[in-house]
C-alpha cells in the first residue's frame, strides 16, 4: 500500500499567514494602548511566543537593533511585564499575559485619576473665577415700611427711567415716595406713571404731571415700580395695610413685568 503525502496549498499557506499577521496587528495595538512603546511590544510578544531568551536571541528574532534591545528589555522589567534569569547570559522570560495585562489597567486607571485630579486642581479654579455669575436676587417684602425701604433705595440708584404702577395707594406712601420722585425728575431721570381710577386723586395727579408722565386705567391690580430694567418692585397685594411685594434683579423678570407695564400703559387714558 502506497501513502500518498498530503502537502498543504500555497493558498492555506497564505490564508494562515494572512491571519496570523492580523493577530499579530490587533495585540500590537492592543499592547501599545496598554503604554508599550513599538519595540516593547514587539520584544514581549517575541518572548511570550518563544520563551525565555538572551538578548542576543531577542534582538535577532524580534527584529530589534542590538543596540536598542538592552534597554527596551530594562524598560519592560520596570513595567513588570518580564523578569531575568541570572546567569552567563542573563535570560529573559515574559510573565503570564494574564497578570500583566491587568496589571497594566490598574496603573493606567491609577495615572488616569492622577491626571484627572491635577487637571481639575489646575484649571478648576480659573474656569471657576472667569465663569462665574452672580444669581439674580428675589427678596420678599413683608409689611409697609420694608416695602417703602427697599423701594426708595431702588429709585434712588435709578439713572435713566423708572417705571410706576399705582393701584390702591395710601395718601402716606404717597407722601413717602413724592420728595424721592421730585429728586429723580432734577436729575434728569425719566418717570412714568400708570393710576387707577381710585388712587388719582387730583394731588395725585399734579404730583404726577409735575415729575414726569401719566396714564390711568379704572383699576389696577396690585402695581410696583420697574427700575432702568435692572430692578423691580412688584406688590402682590392690593390692600396698602398689610403690603407684599418681591424685589427683583432677574433680568427675566424684570423684563416680564416691564413688558405687562407697557401693555397696561400704552391701553390706559392720558392723564389732562
Do not use: C
Amino acid at each position: 500500500m502506497v501513502t500518498k503525502k498530503i502537502f498543504p496549498s500555497a493558498m492555506s499557506v497564505r490564508s494562515g499567514v494572512d491571519m496570523s499577521e492580523r493577530m499579530d496587528e490587533r495585540t500590537m495595538r492592543a499592547l501599545r494602548n496598554l503604554g508599550l512603546s513599538s519595540y516593547e511590544a514587539r520584544v514581549y510578544v517575541t518572548l511570550v511566543r518563544s520563551g525565555a531568551l538572551t538578548a542576543s536571541e531577542v534582538s535577532s528574532q524580534s527584529r530589534i537593533p542590538f543596540s536598542r534591545v538592552y534597554d527596551v528589555l530594562a524598560a519592560l522589567e520596570r513595567g513588570g511585564w518580564i523578569t531575568i534569569e541570572q546567569g552567563r547570559p542573563k535570560r529573559y522570560v515574559p510573565k503570564s499575559p494574564r497578570e500583566t495585562s491587568k496589571a497594566a489597567v490598574l496603573n493606567a486607571q491609577e495615572r488616569l485619576t492622577e491626571w484627572e485630579q491635577r487637571v481639575v486642581d489646575d484649571l478648576q479654579p480659573s474656569f471657576d473665577d472667569k465663569t462665574r455669575i452672580s444669581a439674580p436676587e428675589v427678596h420678599i417684602l413683608h409689611g409697609s415700611n420694608n416695602v417703602r425701604a427697599k423701594l426708595n433705595i431702588a429709585l434712588g440708584q435709578a439713572e435713566r427711567h423708572v417705571l410706576l404702577s399705582w393701584g390702591i395707594v395710601s395718601k402716606s406712601d404717597i407722601d413717602f415716595i413724592s420728595p424721592t420722585l421730585l429728586h429723580l425728575r432734577d436729575r434728569g431721570v425719566k418717570i412714568q406713571i400708570l393710576a387707577s381710577e381710585q388712587t388719582l386723586t387730583d394731588k395725585v395727579n399734579r404730583l404726577i404731571l409735575a415729575v414726569g408722565e401719566g396714564r390711568k386705567r379704572k383699576e389696577i391690580y396690585g402695581g410696583g415700580a420697574i427700575i432702568d430694567d435692572k430692578q423691580a418692585v412688584i406688590m402682590l397685594t392690593s390692600e396698602p395695610a398689610e403690603p407684599l411685594a418681591i424685589w427683583s434683579s432677574h433680568t427675566e423678570l424684570v423684563e416680564l413685568a416691564k413688558i405687562y407695564f407697557l401693555y397696561l400703559y400704552n391701553s390706559a387714558q392720558p392723564l389732562t
